[in-house]
């Protein structure tokens, strides 16, 4: 293996893939090729959940054994968490990750804006970091502490070099999104402006906390169709007993009248959303009220996660853990209900017409995603990745929706 080499391996949010690719072309301005049969294996971490730690740990272990030659750099959310990390050679925290080049003795000029998204046809674009929220269960504070918000301008730059490399989709991407300028006095809506007025692709929004969807956010949805109409909404319980409890800083009630609002004003929206099962104290009736609100919400897609007791979190300490067998029983119970809602949904737009970007190709038919989250399976010879389409959804069938394409739009 030659030492100017390097592989990436990234777990958990957008945020964390975003920074890989920094750390990608910052090597690769460095001269340095990406393989597999690499000497520097970057191991990219997170470790929100037990499940993705344990994940993260067995993979270092695995490439120790695989490449006893080579040098392994551990970076990112664990490292903040725990300096003793069996396997690695060099630890990097959150805040020098994107020196990564010049801890390995590289002198070229850092990077600070990406160019391209390896094997996507959308494009990650972090504009915020750190989180002041303190959710009971969470760990980000303590691995994300630092505040900082990328200026407009920057973001603007970024997203425009991206547009030239022929990205006709953008996601804006944070730890806690809406936070986004409260430290440079602007806001998000102000950049989502700028970005309207100058980008001619879409923009999708990346997960936003409920108390951040306010009424001039979605206003602003509504009249700005660069906006995509898809909004991802932690609700993580529907229960106000098991809320208060995670210190969400809101109740049922609120998620209901918030979402109500949403649908009202923006056409075709989808929702998506994440849902914690067994929350300490979580007994039947606190499930089956989370279960409920999903019912009447109806999201397009529900990520569920078990409850995953985490260092430095007040939710670690409380008393009344739900035993593992109840919540993989709970989780199952949940999973079947979102497939069934999630199926029904996508069957209601059987017959419309929707804007849609190529994704990739699986076999012999492409994956649009559209506008408002919608995957859809398009046979044809005539698409390329990237391109953004208006795509008619015919069927589906085993849960897959199916459809053609029925005009381009760039």
Request: glycine share 6%.
């Amino acid at each position: 293996m030659r030492l100017n080499t390097f592989k990436i391996y990234t777990f958990g949010c957008k945020v964390n893939q975003y920074e890989s690719q920094l750390i990608r072309e910052n090597l690769l301005e460095a001269e340095f090729k990406e393989e597999d049969d690499a000497f520097y294996h970057i191991v990219n971490t997170c470790c929100v959940t037990q499940h993705t730690e344990n994940k993260v740990r067995k993979l270092i272990r695995h490439l120790r054994r695989l490449y006893p030659s080579s040098r392994i750099i551990v970076c990112g959310c664990l490292v903040e968490l725990d300096r003793n990390i069996e396997g690695a050679d060099i630890l990097v925290s959150n805040k020098e990750k994107e020196q990564i080049h010049r801890i390995l003795g590289l002198h070229s000029q850092r990077r600070d804006k990406i160019t391209f998204f390896k094997n996507r046809s959308r494009a990650f674009v972090k504009v915020q970091e750190g989180c002041r929220n303190r959710c009971s269960y969470c760990v980000i504070p303590f691995t994300r502490y630092s505040i900082h918000s990328k200026p407009v301008k920057n973001v603007l730059e970024e997203v425009l070099i991206l547009e030239s490399k022929g990205y006709k989709e953008i996601v804006i991407c944070g730890t806690n999104l809406g936070e986004y300028g409260k430290d440079i006095g602007v806001d998000l809506i102000s950049l989502l402006d700028i970005l309207c007025k100058n980008y001619s692709g879409r923009i999708r929004l990346s997960s936003l906390e409920p108390k951040y969807i306010t009424d001039p956010l979605i206003h602003f949805m509504k009249e700005h169709n660069k906006i995509c109409p898809h909004l991802h909404i932690p609700f993580q319980s529907g229960d106000d007993k098991i809320l208060s409890l995670m210190n969400r800083g809101y109740s049922r009630q609120f998620l209901e009248d918030l979402i109500s609002k949403i649908r009202k004003n923006i056409h075709s929206i989808s929702i998506t959303t994440d849902i914690i099962v067994g929350f300490p104290q979580e007994e039947e009736q606190n499930f089956l009220n989370t279960i409920s609100l999903i019912e009447k919400i109806r999201p397009l897609k529900v990520h569920i996660f078990s409850f995953s007791p985490r260092k430095f979190t007040l939710a670690s300490q409380l008393k009344g853990k739900v035993c593992p067998q109840v919540i993989r029983k709970r989780r199952e119970r949940l999973e079947e209900i979102c497939r069934r809602i999630s199926l029904e949904v996508r069957r209601n737009f059987l017959g419309e017409e929707l804007e849609g970007i190529v994704e990739n190709k699986k076999g012999d038919y492409f994956d649009i995603l559209t506008s408002n989250y919608l995957r859809v399976k398009v046979n044809s010879a005539s698409l390329n990745l990237k391109d953004l389409v208006r795509v008619k959804i015919r069927s589906i069938k085993e849960g897959d929706l199916f459809g053609e394409v029925v005009g381009g739009i760039q």
